[in-house]
């Protein structure tokens, strides 16, 4: 499976992006996804995924009620709605796919190239 992260960029504080990430070269709908995130200088860190057909979302606990996880299966693409976006919301993003559900990192096989976001104070 390859992985096409987009979306990211240049943002202020309090501002709003989506990432996407467009999925090919298998079947989506068997993957659950998510994404990850690293700061500079820091480890990954899970930020949200979500199961097979959508009905079941995960979220890191201090990221919730400003990010939103979603997939379109017709599009084989899956969104992070980033709201309220703050200075430490800065890092890479990577969009993930994996056979199994989980917050683990280790649990998924496929990654994407990342995505830049930064946001200024």
């Known amino acids: 499976v390859q992985l096409q992260a987009s979306g990211g960029g240049l943002v202020q504080a309090g501002d709003s992006l989506r990432l996407s990430c467009a999925a090919s070269?298998?079947?989506?709908?068997?993957?659950?996804m998510g994404w990850f995130r690293q700061a500079p200088g820091k480890g990954r860190e899970f930020v949200a995924a979500?199961?097979?057909?959508?009905?079941?979302?995960y979220y890191e606990d201090s990221l919730k009620g400003r990010f939103t996880i979603s997939r379109a299966n017709a599009k084989n693409t899956v969104y992070l709605q980033m709201n309220d976006l703050k200075p430490e919301d800065t890092a890479v993003y990577y969009c993930?796919?994996?056979?199994?559900?989980?917050?683990?990192?280790?649990?998924?096989?496929?990654w994407g190239q990342g995505t830049q976001v930064t946001v200024s104070s």
């Open positions: 979500v199961n097979w057909g959508g009905s079941s979302t």
């Open positions: 070269g298998g079947t989506f709908g068997s993957y659950a």
């Open positions: 993930v796919a994996s056979l199994v559900y989980s917050t683990d990192p280790e649990k998924y096989d496929y």
